[in-house]
């Protein structure tokens, strides 16, 4: 059985924020990179489909 160190709040607190910085690096900022390109590239295509390719 495993008991908590109730001794130091540091460490939770520590630990807590290297969990939520991974999620950040790892997770949430590739997540948003790609949808953000994603959408940019559809607008694009859009503008080129109904609109047509812009001519030089």
Known sequence: MT??????????????????????????????TVTGIGIYGFAIWMIQAFGGVVAH
Request: aromatic letters at 10%; a positive charge; proline letters at 7%.
């Open 3 to 32: 008991t908590k160190n109730l001794g130091d709040p540091q460490k939770d607190v520590k630990s807590k924020e290297l969990k939520a910085l991974g999620f950040i690096i790892f997770l949430l900022f590739p997540i948003i």
